[in-house]
């Protein structure tokens, strides 16, 4: 009988049965057909929605008793299953991943599969953990009951008193098991095998964490005689005449019944089946998430809904909700939990959305998989719009060119039909879900379409989105992952190159455009995101899209000298993995944020706020697709260097969606700066902030802002005041000593100086390590400073002279040559010296020599730059300019020009990876507390990088541990630096943001004190 037969057609069996029905020399081979299976999983009931119901439900989650096995053969056969003997078994939670709790380890690849690609088989290295649980069902729960389970990774198979139910597949979907006749009243053993791959690990194949378990919650649930198995509510709305339509089927056992209706606020009482017209209602959208309480109720049960009335449509290659394009501000979200794997308690799921809102995050794809079926509750309630994702992913196919591929292989079209079902069925009543997703990087093929045919039929209500399919004949708007600004501009204009089939090609160009993965959101970055924003303000084919990802799959473990760090891929021993590609996100896996998500949130910020000069008005443009102002309170402040600052509240009309009004500040604003004295730099912010407690976040939470700035004359030239003294070893200056066979610094107030020059060069990000998708070198950037030497540049001396000044003084030029073993490029570089009443000024005059051409490629330099490496600790900085995150030439968007103050350990960024981090940009001036003394650093617009170790020690790290202070503090005063892009996955860095060798000349300021 072939191991997927429905358990209902073959019978229950008990677990002696099965043990002892084999007469093959292999016992285990039954089991081992049975995870070969390509149908779905047997025994249970039909797909169904997710009801809060208020029919008896007790929760199996707890400690359950737990054994793990190495593989299917190799688990035992004892009858373990009635809970009688229960040597070798532990205690483990449920839900849990069972890798966190101690039983074996984790393992992370991104497309590769972690075992021989032989669909259907397992390999067999397979952990198989049995689960076990005793509980006492009272008598509310008969006659009738089932079991429901809310996620088992991978392949389950289920025992209720020794009876087989059936087996789960689909590791993110519910399984529901009718155990009536089979539950008894008082004491029950619940026993169920998991074992970590099957079949189904071949279509299950995301970019994640490879962690088995029951990791979703286990419940027994009565089923009352007059009950509900189902409901699908239909709630329309008409954006042209605010009418609201509403229909609701009700069923039990696939068949319509009799139930009644209620919608209090309404005023509605009506029976299931029967389509209600209002003439009234206001409309659901993530902007006014309006939710409508609503019962369903029959004799026997009666469940809860939350209605949202809101209508879909795509014209003119536009995506409308309620008659309105929108555009999505969205991010890519997994389940993980740094401690608990694939377990993310509610809690935590609360605090991250109310996150995401609170960094105007409005749209969520669930990738790539149905999330916690409480989490669409939360979405609808709060406030997003939800690509609902299939547990659906094939890519460890791609690397032998789909070969195999089950999207395209009819032995599979039933198990993939089945993931389609139970993804819609779950999940079809939230208003927040605005498409189905059939599943991601799987491919093309028929199932693909059979798939879309179904749910197509199911629900046509909603959109199909998928995005392998290109030519897009399946789906309904047309997506990509990672498409360049260049391209994306194109599509948004409709005239992206054609495809061959005309009738496709015209299809496709009707569709909406949407990214659902872009600007890759891994270390340092992402960059270009604002050019993405304009496009999508620009063209309204442009749905907008979901950054790559929300959240790092970091796992804590304990770090050698004490304490924790994230781990990542490869630190668990495995055999094969992708590395720290895991380590991608917005937020770290505690669900810190990152620099990105703060530079995110003024990105696709609702609100534009741009100052007129001179500061006696500012303009405000509501991008809101549905929102007026008038949740938001405006205020302003002024700041100046002084320490005065001024500020206050203006009332601003409110301001209708996508529209722009002009709102004139006090008149003491422009007053106040007028009155200030030249040498004063004063900064004007201007926030939208909320005016009164939300779902989300409290009154005064700051949801966007803009800015002006009036810079204080420039800093004045250090006059060449002082004499070159000249001794047998070194030069002093002033303040400083040079070594007179180098001529670079040794002290500088009394700081001792161990290293000082020109960098081009920093220790490579994620990014750096990336290849650029469509860059004319196939080399990651990090392989191309290599091999140009530009992390081993090393001086030569030309000369040091002296120059006499028209201040009386003289100038200590030290004129020098760069260059790095086998390389003829190089550079000239000139450190000219001024002192003068302690302060001392220089001036860095660079010049590039020879050809900077490398493997046929031109060299892109990292940054030009000066390193200064004083042989004391820096405790504190403080400075004005961007602030208080890092910034770079294409991030930073979030940073505020003003002034800030941070301890040394906070101004560098934790990514999981070390890399080039910290870098405060237009700079123009700072204090650092080092050795006991402070050092002032002035000039023209600067970036400040401060560290207490070297680049070498960052470019050599893999974990944060390894990062120790040496008692040094490393400095970065840079003239110009390169953008960091988004090339870990996608583009490289624009072209405005590149850096090519090129000439410069700047100036810098350094004073010593106390």
Same mark, same amino acid.
């Given at each position: 009988?072939?191991?997927?037969?429905?358990?209902?057609?073959?019978?229950?069996?008990?677990?002696?049965?099965?043990?002892?029905?084999?007469?093959?020399?292999?016992?285990?081979?039954?089991?081992?057909?049975?995870?070969?299976?390509?149908?779905?999983?047997?025994?249970?009931?039909?797909?169904?929605?997710?009801?809060?119901?208020?029919?008896?439900?007790?929760?199996?989650?707890?400690?359950?008793?737990?054994?793990?096995?190495?593989?299917?053969?190799?688990?035992?056969?004892?009858?373990?299953?009635?809970?009688?003997?229960?040597?070798?078994?532990?205690?483990?939670?449920?839900?849990?991943?069972?890798?966190?709790?101690?039983?074996?380890?984790?393992?992370?690849?991104?497309?590769?599969?972690?075992?021989?690609?032989?669909?259907?088989?397992?390999?067999?290295?397979?952990?198989?953990?049995?689960?076990?649980?005793?509980?006492?069902?009272?008598?509310?729960?008969?006659?009738?009951?089932?079991?429901?389970?809310?996620?088992?990774?991978?392949?389950?198979?289920?025992?209720?008193?020794?009876?087989?139910?059936?087996?789960?597949?689909?590791?993110?979907?519910?399984?529901?098991?009718?155990?009536?006749?089979?539950?008894?009243?008082?004491?029950?053993?619940?026993?169920?095998?998991?074992?970590?791959?099957?079949?189904?690990?071949?279509?299950?194949?995301?970019?994640?964490?490879?962690?088995?378990?029951?990791?979703?919650?286990?419940?027994?649930?009565?089923?009352?005689?007059?009950?509900?198995?189902?409901?699908?509510?239909?709630?329309?709305?008409?954006?042209?005449?605010?009418?609201?339509?509403?229909?609701?089927?009700?069923?039990?056992?696939?068949?319509?019944?009799?139930?009644?209706?209620?919608?209090?606020?309404?005023?509605?009482?009506?029976?299931?089946?029967?389509?209600?017209?209002?003439?009234?209602?206001?409309?659901?959208?993530?902007?006014?998430?309006?939710?409508?309480?609503?019962?369903?109720?029959?004799?026997?049960?009666?469940?809860?809904?939350?209605?949202?009335?809101?209508?879909?449509?795509?014209?003119?290659?536009?995506?409308?909700?309620?008659?309105?394009?929108?555009?999505?501000?969205?991010?890519?979200?997994?389940?993980?939990?740094?401690?608990?794997?694939?377990?993310?308690?509610?809690?935590?799921?609360?605090?991250?959305?109310?996150?995401?809102?609170?960094?105007?995050?409005?749209?969520?794809?669930?990738?790539?998989?149905?999330?916690?079926?409480?989490?669409?509750?939360?979405?609808?309630?709060?406030?997003?719009?939800?690509?609902?994702?299939?547990?659906?992913?094939?890519?460890?196919?791609?690397?032998?060119?789909?070969?195999?591929?089950?999207?395209?292989?009819?032995?599979?079209?039933?198990?993939?039909?089945?993931?389609?079902?139970?993804?819609?069925?779950?999940?079809?009543?939230?208003?927040?879900?605005?498409?189905?997703?059939?599943?991601?990087?799987?491919?093309?093929?028929?199932?693909?379409?059979?798939?879309?045919?179904?749910?197509?039929?199911?629900?046509?209500?909603?959109?199909?989105?998928?995005?392998?399919?290109?030519?897009?004949?399946?789906?309904?708007?047309?997506?990509?992952?990672?498409?360049?600004?260049?391209?994306?501009?194109?599509?948004?204009?409709?005239?992206?190159?054609?495809?061959?089939?005309?009738?496709?090609?015209?299809?496709?160009?009707?569709?909406?455009?949407?990214?659902?993965?872009?600007?890759?959101?891994?270390?340092?970055?992402?960059?270009?995101?604002?050019?993405?924003?304009?496009?999508?303000?620009?063209?309204?084919?442009?749905?907008?899209?979901?950054?790559?990802?929300?959240?790092?799959?970091?796992?804590?473990?304990?770090?050698?000298?004490?304490?924790?760090?994230?781990?990542?891929?490869?630190?668990?021993?495995?055999?094969?993995?992708?590395?720290?590609?895991?380590?991608?996100?917005?937020?770290?896996?505690?669900?810190?944020?990152?620099?990105?998500?703060?530079?995110?949130?003024?990105?696709?910020?609702?609100?534009?706020?741009?100052?007129?000069?001179?500061?006696?008005?500012?303009?405000?443009?509501?991008?809101?697709?549905?929102?007026?102002?008038?949740?938001?309170?405006?205020?302003?402040?002024?700041? %100046?260097?002084?320490?005065? !600052?001024?500020? /206050?509240?203006?009332?601003?009309? +409110? @301001? #209708?969606? $996508?529209?722009?009004? *002009?709102?004139?500040?006090?008149?003491?604003?422009?007053?106040?700066?007028?009155?200030?004295?030249?040498?004063?730099?004063?900064?004007?912010?201007?926030?939208?902030?909320?005016?009164?407690?939300?779902?989300?976040?409290?009154?005064?939470?700051?949801?966007?802002?803009?800015?002006?700035?009036?810079?204080?004359?420039?800093?004045?030239?250090?006059?060449?005041?002082?004499?070159?003294?000249?001794?047998?070893?070194?030069?002093?200056?002033?303040?400083?000593?040079?070594?007179?066979?180098?001529?670079?610094?040794?002290?500088?107030?009394?700081?001792?100086?161990?290293?000082?020059?020109?960098?081009?060069?920093?220790?490579?990000? %994620?990014?750096?390590?990336? !290849?650029?998708? /469509?860059?004319?070198?196939?080399? +990651? @950037? #990090?392989? $191309?400073?290599?091999? *140009?030497?530009?992390?081993?540049?090393?001086?030569?001396?030309?000369?040091?002279?002296?120059?006499?000044?028209?201040?009386?003084?003289?100038?200590?030029?030290?004129?020098?040559?760069?260059?790095?073993?086998?390389?003829?490029?190089?550079?000239?570089?000139?450190?000219?010296?001024?002192?003068?009443?302690?302060?001392?000024?220089?001036?860095?005059?660079?010049?590039?020599?020879?050809?900077?051409?490398?493997?046929?490629?031109?060299?892109?330099?990292?940054?030009?730059?000066?390193?200064?490496?004083?042989?004391?600790?820096?405790?504190?900085?403080?400075?004005?300019?961007?602030?208080?995150?890092?910034?770079?030439?294409?991030?930073?968007?979030?940073?505020?020009?003003?002034?800030?103050?941070?301890?040394?350990?906070? @101004?560098?960024?934790?990514?999981?990876?070390?890399?080039?981090?910290?870098?405060?940009?237009?700079?123009?001036?700072?204090?650092?507390?080092?050795?006991?003394?402070?050092?002032?650093?002035?000039?023209?617009?600067?970036?400040?990088?401060?560290?207490?170790?070297?680049?070498?020690?960052?470019?050599?790290?893999?974990?944060?541990?390894?990062?120790?202070?040496?008692?040094?503090?490393?400095?970065?005063?840079?003239?110009?630096?390169?953008?960091?892009?988004?090339?870990?996955?996608?583009?490289?860095?624009?072209?405005?943001?590149?850096?090519?060798?090129?000439?410069?000349?700047?100036?810098?300021?350094?004073?010593?004190?106390?």
């Amino acid at each position: 009988m072939p191991a997927h037969t429905p358990a209902a057609t073959r019978g229950p069996r008990s677990a002696s049965t099965a043990a002892s029905s084999s007469r093959s020399l292999d016992l285990a081979a039954a089991d081992v057909a049975e995870l070969a299976s390509m149908g779905p999983g047997r025994g249970a009931l039909p797909a169904r929605v997710y009801l809060e119901s208020d029919a008896p439900r007790l929760s199996l989650n707890g400690e359950w008793q737990f054994r793990l096995s190495s593989g299917i053969r190799t688990a035992p056969n004892d009858g373990w299953q009635d809970g009688r003997d229960l040597s070798g078994f532990t205690p483990l939670p449920v839900p849990s991943s069972w890798n966190m709790h101690g039983h074996g380890s984790p393992a992370y690849t991104n497309v590769q599969f972690p075992f021989a690609v032989e669909p259907p088989h397992a390999p067999d290295a397979n952990p198989v953990g049995d689960h076990l649980v005793t509980f006492d069902a009272g008598p509310e729960f008969f006659p009738r009951a089932l079991l429901r389970f809310d996620g088992i990774d991978s392949a389950g198979t289920v025992w209720l008193n020794g009876v087989e139910l059936g087996t789960t597949r689909g590791s993110r979907l519910a399984h529901e098991f009718d155990v009536s006749g089979i539950l008894v009243e008082g004491a029950n053993t619940l026993a169920v095998r998991v074992a970590q791959f099957s079949a189904a690990s071949y279509v299950e194949d995301q970019d994640m964490w490879w962690l088995p378990g029951i990791f979703r919650d286990v419940t027994l649930q009565a089923r009352p005689e007059d009950g509900i198995d189902d409901v699908f509510v239909h709630a329309g709305y008409d954006p042209g005449t605010g009418e609201g339509t509403f229909r609701v089927e009700v069923s039990r056992a696939g068949k319509a019944i009799d139930a009644v209706v209620r919608v209090p606020e309404l005023g509605l009482e009506l029976p299931a089946g029967v389509e209600h017209h209002i003439s009234a209602v206001e409309p659901w959208s993530a902007e006014i998430p309006r939710l409508y309480n609503a019962t369903v109720s029959t004799p026997g049960e009666s469940v809860a809904l939350q209605l949202g009335f809101r209508s879909i449509v795509i014209e003119d290659a536009q995506f409308k909700v309620n008659g309105r394009r929108i555009l999505l501000r969205g991010v890519n979200r997994h389940e993980h939990h740094p401690r608990l794997g694939r377990v993310v308690p509610r809690d935590v799921v609360e605090a991250e959305l109310r996150l995401m809102k609170q960094h105007n995050i409005n749209a969520i794809r669930t990738s790539h998989y149905p999330p916690h079926p409480e989490f669409l509750a939360l979405a609808d309630r709060l406030g997003f719009y939800v690509v609902l994702e299939c547990d659906l992913e094939t890519h460890g196919f791609h690397s032998a060119g789909w070969a195999q591929n089950p999207s395209d292989d009819p032995q599979w079209e039933e198990a993939l039909l089945d993931r389609m079902r139970r993804t819609v069925e779950r999940d079809k009543n939230h208003p927040s879900v605005i498409m189905w997703s059939l599943g991601n990087e799987a491919g093309t093929g028929r199932n693909l379409a059979a798939m879309s045919r179904w749910t197509k039929d199911r629900d046509p209500s909603r959109p199909i989105h998928y995005e392998g399919d290109w030519s897009s004949p399946d789906v309904d708007v047309y997506s990509r992952m990672y498409a360049s600004q260049a391209e994306t501009a194109l599509i948004g204009q409709g005239i992206e190159p054609p495809l061959e089939d005309a009738e496709l090609d015209a299809r496709r160009r009707a569709m909406p455009f949407v990214l659902c993965e872009y600007v890759h959101a891994m270390g340092n970055g992402p960059g270009g995101m604002s050019e993405y924003q304009d496009l999508f303000d620009k063209y309204p084919r442009l749905m907008g899209g979901f950054v790559w990802e929300w959240l790092e799959h970091g796992i804590l473990v304990p770090s050698p000298g004490g304490g924790e760090h994230f781990a990542y891929g490869g630190d668990f021993g495995e055999e094969v993995h992708d590395g720290n590609f895991v380590t991608d996100g917005l937020v770290d896996a505690n669900r810190k944020p990152r620099p990105g998500l703060l530079d995110f949130k003024k990105v696709i910020a609702p609100l534009r706020i741009e100052i007129s000069p001179p500061w006696s008005s500012f303009t405000v443009r509501n991008g809101q697709d549905f929102a007026d102002t008038s949740a938001y309170r405006f205020q302003y402040k002024v700041e %100046d260097d002084g320490g005065a !600052r001024l500020e /206050g509240t203006v009332a601003v009309a +409110p @301001l #209708a969606a $996508q529209s722009t009004a *002009a709102v004139e500040l006090p008149a003491e604003v422009a007053g106040y700066v007028a009155g200030l004295p030249q040498d004063r730099t004063a900064v004007l912010t201007v926030s939208a902030v909320l005016a009164a407690d939300t779902g989300w976040a409290a009154a005064g939470h700051e949801v966007a802002w803009g800015q002006a700035a009036r810079f204080a004359s420039p800093v004045a030239e250090v006059p060449a005041g002082d004499l070159v003294e000249a001794g047998d070893d070194e030069l002093r200056l002033g303040t400083a000593v040079f070594n007179r066979t180098t001529g670079m610094p040794t002290s500088i107030g009394g700081l001792p100086v161990e290293k000082f020059g020109l960098v081009l060069w920093w220790a490579p990000t %994620d990014n750096d390590l990336g !290849r650029e998708w /469509g860059g004319p070198d196939e080399r +990651p @950037l #990090a392989i $191309q400073w290599k091999d *140009a030497g530009l992390d081993r540049m090393h001086p030569r001396l030309l000369g040091i002279r002296t120059e006499s000044s028209r201040d009386g003084g003289e100038h200590l030029r030290v004129s020098t040559r760069m260059g790095a073993a086998d390389k003829q490029f190089g550079l000239l570089v000139d450190y000219v010296w001024a002192s003068s009443s302690g302060s001392l000024a220089l001036r860095t005059q660079v010049r590039p020599v020879g050809e900077w051409v490398n493997a046929g490629f031109e060299v892109e330099w990292a940054r030009i730059g000066l390193e200064l490496v004083l042989g004391s600790e820096t405790t504190n900085v403080q400075w004005f300019g961007q602030g208080p995150h890092q910034s770079y030439p294409d991030t930073g968007q979030g940073a505020r020009t003003g002034w800030f103050e941070l301890p040394l350990g906070e @101004l560098d960024v934790d990514y999981v990876r070390p890399q080039e981090s910290g870098a405060r940009s237009g700079v123009r001036s700072a204090v650092l507390q080092t050795g006991g003394r402070e050092l002032r650093i002035s000039g023209e617009p600067f970036a400040l990088t401060v560290r207490p170790y070297s680049m070498q020690a960052l470019d050599a790290a893999t974990h944060r541990p390894d990062l120790v202070p040496d008692g040094r503090s490393y400095i970065y005063v840079d003239h110009a630096m390169r953008g960091v892009g988004t090339a870990a996955c996608g583009p490289g860095v624009l072209e405005p943001y590149r850096l090519k060798p090129r000439q410069a000349d700047f100036e810098v300021v350094l004073n010593v004190q106390g």
